[in-house]
């Protein structure tokens, strides 16, 4: 079975700094792979998503993602933090099977001024 | 558009009773999930569904029931309630995704979330 890893508990970043999150999963092949962020008290919203061709992808709020199949690896990357960054981020992982979507525990943002 | 919709919100159970969150989606989704979601645990999966009448069981099944009578809604039970199922609760729904597949979807739906408190 699939499982995904997120070494990062949690993070601190300065207001306009970078921000790579990182990502590596365990899989037999090519899975499809997924980052979600949760603000405090909310759902789970979709950032970007891989599932096959070009290894960078683009995601909404300014945030990429490139997959190393090398390094079973799919991390996150924002070139400017902003404070409104500061929440949840979630790497997933989708068999070519389709089931079943399993999560990372999750790295915690933090933005500081 | 509703998308996933995850009733009741919130919910507070005395230890022993029973209860069942409901899911419903209108996107005509073929795969159905239920997580919960636990400080430091992230996301862990309960049970899903690929199909009207079909459940399996995830990563942490033991105390929870599902059912999938419908392809819309899938059914989380609690037989018999206990504190450590203190937790909050997501629906998730999406497509069956093929070989291929544009990325312009976003496939992957969540639910808002249900709060639930065992005393």
């Known amino acids: 079975a699939q499982s995904v890893t997120q070494p990062d508990i949690h993070i601190t970043v300065s207001e306009g700094a970078s921000l790579e999150l990182r990502c590596n999963y365990s899989y037999g092949a090519t899975p499809y792979l997924f980052w979600y962020v949760q603000s405090p008290g909310q759902g789970l919203q979709l950032l970007l998503k891989y599932f096959s061709g070009d290894t960078l992808v683009q995601g909404i709020k300014g945030f990429e993602a490139e997959f190393k199949r090398s390094q079973s690896s799919f991390n996150l990357r924002k070139p400017s933090v902003h404070w409104s960054d500061a929440a949840e981020y979630f790497c997933a992982v989708l068999s070519r099977g389709n089931t079943p979507l399993v999560f990372g525990k999750g790295t915690r943002l933090s933005v500081i001024a | 558009n509703a998308g996933v919709t995850q009733t009741p919100k919130f919910r507070v159970l005395k230890t022993g009773q029973s209860m069942t969150l409901l899911c419903a989606q209108d996107m005509n989704h073929e795969y159905m999930y239920w997580y919960r979601q636990d400080p430091g645990m992230g996301l862990r999966l309960i049970h899903y569904?690929?199909?009207?009448?079909?459940?399996a069981k995830g990563e942490v099944p033991d105390g929870y029931n599902v059912s999938r009578l419908k392809k819309q809604n899938f059914l989380l039970g609690l037989e018999s309630a206990a504190p450590s199922q203190t937790s909050v609760y997501f629906c998730?729904?999406?497509?069956?995704?093929?070989?291929?597949?544009?990325?312009?979807?976003?496939?992957?739906?969540f639910g808002a979330g249900s709060r639930l408190t065992v005393l």
């Open positions: 998730a729904s999406s497509f069956l995704i093929r070989p291929g597949s544009g990325s312009g979807a976003n496939v992957l739906t």
């Open positions: 569904s690929v199909g009207e009448g079909t459940t």
